[in-house]
């Protein structure tokens, strides 16, 4: 596992969203599966612009959803897929055909499941996830506990999770459960990306990078990752006690 600490969150976006640019131009067609949520936000943002200035084709790539909340509607802004929509794929002009999210209103969420996983399957796999931390250590709706070996499943949300989670909606909102890819997924994503930021997220980030590796933190099975790279910023990684590839 690389750890990348930047100066800020702004430097930090331009360098995630340089990862994104490196792999379509290096392989147009890639898999690609981008968490929602407020750390990766500028980095899509600036994403968006670059790829308007530079002319990049992303119509031969694809992507897969990495997470939903159960029973919201993709319409309410609060959802992964409203998030993605208007921070990825509207701004990228991807085709409806190039997108693959979870459903949280399917009716059969077993087989919602089973077609997820089916589909990284066809593909042969994803080539780059990037996903961020949750105030538990979370990654996707992988919450504390859940075993590495899973694939997609539907999960009961811890209580952090339903009060952190609030933040994305209008109006107070009942977030109960998620679906989400498991961290099997993660293992065996081509390369994988972590990303946090702010000082909110130094804590977990000391514990995920830095105590044992555990389900009780999800985060920390980065470290288990071949291909791996932990980029944050210094707020995110002011309790870190071992030395990084500082930037
Ligand atoms: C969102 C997701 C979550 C978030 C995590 C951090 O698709 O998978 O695990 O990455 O909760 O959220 P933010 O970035 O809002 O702090």
Partial sequence: MKLKVYKDYNALSISVAGKIIELIKYKPDAVLCLAAGDTPRLAYNLLAQQV????????RCS??????????????????SFFLQRHVFNPLHISASQIHLFNGLAEDFLYECEKMDALIAEKKGIDLMIVGTGMNGHIGFNEPGVSFNKYSHVINLDGTTQSVGQKYFTQPTALKQGITLGLNHL???RKAILIANGIKKADVIHKALEEEISTDMPASIIRLHPDATVMIDEDAGSLLVKNSDAL
């Fill in 187 to 189: 293992l065996q994503a």
């Fill in 63 to 80: 992507f897969i959803g990495l997470d939903e909340w159960i029973g919201i509607a993709p319409e309410n802004e609060g959802s992964c």
């Fill in 52 to 59: 308007s200035n530079e002319n990049i084709d992303f119509t």
